[in-house]
C-alpha cells in the first residue's frame, strides 16, 4: 500500500513539475518573442549620423516598463533593425523592435577665406593643401573649377567644389593670387613679448604664468626661470617623425624635466603627433605612459596635432579626426594622469570638437575665444632670463575660464 501511494506521489510530483517546466519554456520563448503590440513608435525615424539618441527617444505610450533604455549606435549609415526589452503590465519580459535609417545630411566644410596665394613654381595640388573635410566621409571628392596656371602671375577666379559620398555638397568662390617670388627681407626688426610684462598684467590671484619648451630651446637654466617668476612649464617629452613616422623622444626631455623638477617648477607635458589612426595614437599615449614609469605630474599632458596643410591627405573625416585626440587623451587618463587638448583659436573653433581639458594657442593680448580653456598660449616671441631666444608664454588658469 505505502509503496502504491509511493508511486502516486511521484506521478503527481511529476505532473507538477512537467507543467511547471512547460509553463518556464513557454515563458522563456515569450521572451524572444518580438511584440510591438504594448508601445508606438514615433514616425521621424530618419536619424542623423553620430545623434545621441536612446530607445526611449523612438518609442511612447509603452504599456510597461522599459528594462534598459540603452543608447543606439549611429556611427554607419543605412536601416538598421533595434531590438530592446521592456516588462508588459504583467510583468513578463517581452521584446520589442522598430528600425530606424541613419542618414547624413550635413554639408562639408571649406575653410578658406575669398582668396589663396601661392608662389610661382608652387608644386602642390591646391585640393590637398587648401583645408576641407567632411563629418562623415574620410574620402570626399575635391575639386577646383577653372582655369589657372601655377607657373604664370596672376589673379584666377576659382570654385573650389567638395561632395561627399551622401550627395552633399559645398562650394567656395575664391581668388588665386599666383605671386612672383620676392627677396626675403631681412632688415626686419625682432620683437619680444617679455615675460616681466606679462607677469605684470596678467598675474594674480586665480593666475599662474609659464611657458612651454621643446629642444628648440637649447639648454634651459630653470633656476633662472624660477628667479625671474615662471611658476610652470610645459615640456615636450617626444615627437612623432612625420606622417607614418616612428616615435621620437625629445633629445631635451630628460635634462628639462628633471631640472624643471629640481627647480621647483611645476610640470606638464605634450607630444606632438601626425597620428591618422587610432592604433597611432594608442602607440603614442602608452608609449608616454612607459616613458613617465608613475613619474608625478603637476600639470595635464596634452595631445598636439598641427599638420593642417596635409590634412586633406589624412583620409580622415571630421569625426574620425577627433576620436584620435579623444582616444589619446582617454587613455592618458585612465592610467591616473589629466590631459588636455592643445590648439589654436582658428580650429578649436572650425576642426575640433571637444568637451576635455583645452589649452588654446591665440597670440594676443586680450583673447575673444569663448569656448572654455585652462591654459592660454598668448605669445611665441616670449623672452625671459635663462632662456636664449623666443619662448612661448603661457597663462593658466586656477578656475576654468569660460
Known amino acids: 500500500m505505502k509503496k502504491k501511494i509511493f508511486i502516486v506521489v511521484c506521478i503527481i510530483l511529476l505532473i507538477i513539475c512537467g507543467v511547471f517546466l512547460c509553463?518556464?519554456?513557454?515563458?522563456?520563448?515569450?521572451?524572444?518573442?518580438?511584440?510591438?503590440?504594448?508601445?508606438?513608435?514615433?514616425?521621424?525615424?530618419?536619424?542623423?549620423?553620430?545623434?545621441?539618441?536612446?530607445?526611449?527617444?523612438?518609442?511612447?505610450?509603452?504599456?510597461?516598463?522599459?528594462?534598459?533604455?540603452?543608447?543606439?549606435?549611429t556611427k554607419e549609415l543605412g536601416k538598421k533593425e533595434i531590438i530592446f526589452s521592456y516588462n508588459n503590465e504583467d510583468g513578463h519580459k517581452r521584446r520589442g523592435s522598430f528600425y530606424i535609417n541613419?542618414?547624413?545630411?550635413?554639408?562639408?566644410?571649406?575653410?578658406?577665406?575669398?582668396?589663396?596665394?601661392?608662389t610661382v613654381g608652387y608644386n602642390k595640388k591646391l585640393t590637398d593643401v587648401i583645408m576641407s573635410f567632411d563629418n562623415y566621409d574620410s574620402?570626399?571628392?575635391?575639386?577646383?573649377?577653372?582655369?589657372?596656371?601655377?607657373?604664370?602671375?596672376?589673379?584666377?577666379?576659382?570654385?573650389?567644389?567638395?561632395?561627399?559620398?551622401?550627395?552633399?555638397?559645398?562650394?567656395?568662390?575664391?581668388?588665386?593670387?599666383?605671386?612672383?617670388?620676392?627677396?626675403?627681407?631681412?632688415?626686419?626688426?625682432?620683437?619680444?613679448?617679455?615675460?616681466?610684462?606679462?607677469v605684470s598684467n596678467y598675474k594674480n590671484n586665480d593666475t599662474s604664468i609659464g611657458i612651454d619648451v621643446s629642444k628648440w630651446q637649447g639648454n634651459i637654466d630653470f633656476n633662472k626661470l624660477k628667479e625671474n617668476g615662471v611658476e610652470f612649464v610645459i615640456i615636450r617629452i617626444g615627437t612623432q617623425n612625420g606622417f607614418d613616422?616612428?616615435?621620437?623622444?625629445?633629445?631635451?626631455?630628460?635634462?628639462?624635466?628633471?631640472?624643471?623638477?629640481?627647480?621647483?617648477?611645476?610640470?606638464?607635458?605634450?607630444?606632438?603627433?601626425?597620428?591618422?589612426?587610432?592604433?597611432?595614437?594608442?602607440e603614442q599615449a602608452k608609449w608616454i605612459i612607459d616613458?613617465?614609469?608613475?613619474?608625478?605630474?603637476?600639470?595635464?599632458?596634452?595631445?598636439?596635432?598641427?599638420?593642417?596643410?596635409?590634412?586633406?591627405?589624412?583620409?580622415?573625416?571630421?569625426?574620425?579626426?577627433?576620436?584620435?585626440?579623444?582616444?589619446?587623451?582617454?587613455?592618458?587618463?585612465?592610467?591616473?594622469?589629466?590631459?588636455?587638448l592643445y590648439g589654436s583659436k582658428y580650429y578649436l573653433i572650425n576642426v575640433f570638437s571637444t568637451d576635455k581639458t583645452v589649452w588654446l594657442a591665440h597670440y594676443t593680448n586680450k583673447t575673444d575665444y569663448d569656448g572654455k580653456y585652462y591654459i592660454w598660449q598668448m605669445c611665441n616671441d616670449g623672452k625671459v632670463s635663462g632662456i636664449n631666444g623666443y619662448v612661448d608664454i603661457d597663462i593658466l588658469y586656477k578656475n576654468e575660464k569660460d
Do not use: C
Open 291 to 340: 616613458k613617465l614609469d608613475g613619474m608625478k605630474l603637476e600639470l595635464p599632458i596634452a595631445y598636439d596635432w598641427e599638420s593642417w596643410n596635409s590634412f586633406n591627405t589624412t583620409n580622415l573625416s571630421l569625426y574620425e579626426f577627433n576620436e584620435l585626440a579623444y582616444t589619446f587623451m582617454n587613455y592618458i587618463e585612465k592610467n591616473g594622469y589629466k590631459s588636455m
Open 23 to 73: 509553463n518556464f519554456i513557454h515563458e522563456k520563448s515569450l521572451e524572444n518573442t518580438i511584440d510591438n503590440t504594448k508601445f508606438q513608435i514615433k514616425n521621424n525615424k530618419d536619424i542623423e549620423v553620430y545623434s545621441d539618441v536612446k530607445v526611449s527617444s523612438f518609442i511612447y505610450d509603452l504599456k510597461g516598463t522599459l528594462i534598459e533604455d540603452f543608447s543606439i549606435d
Open 139 to 198: 574620402k570626399p571628392n575635391r575639386e577646383i573649377i577653372g582655369e589657372y596656371d601655377l607657373n604664370i602671375p596672376g589673379i584666377y577666379n576659382l570654385e573650389y567644389k567638395i561632395t561627399d559620398s551622401s550627395g552633399n555638397v559645398t562650394s567656395k568662390q575664391f581668388k588665386l593670387n599666383v605671386l612672383k617670388k620676392s627677396k626675403s627681407d631681412t632688415s626686419v626688426k625682432k620683437t619680444y613679448t617679455y615675460f616681466k610684462d606679462v
Open 102 to 118: 541613419v542618414v547624413d545630411t550635413t554639408n562639408p566644410v571649406i575653410l578658406l577665406s575669398d582668396s589663396y596665394s601661392v
Open 245 to 282: 613616422g616612428e616615435i621620437l623622444e625629445d633629445v631635451y626631455f630628460k635634462n628639462n624635466i628633471e631640472k624643471a623638477k629640481k627647480a621647483g617648477l611645476d610640470v606638464g607635458l605634450y607630444f606632438y603627433s601626425y597620428a591618422k589612426t587610432k592604433e597611432e595614437v594608442l
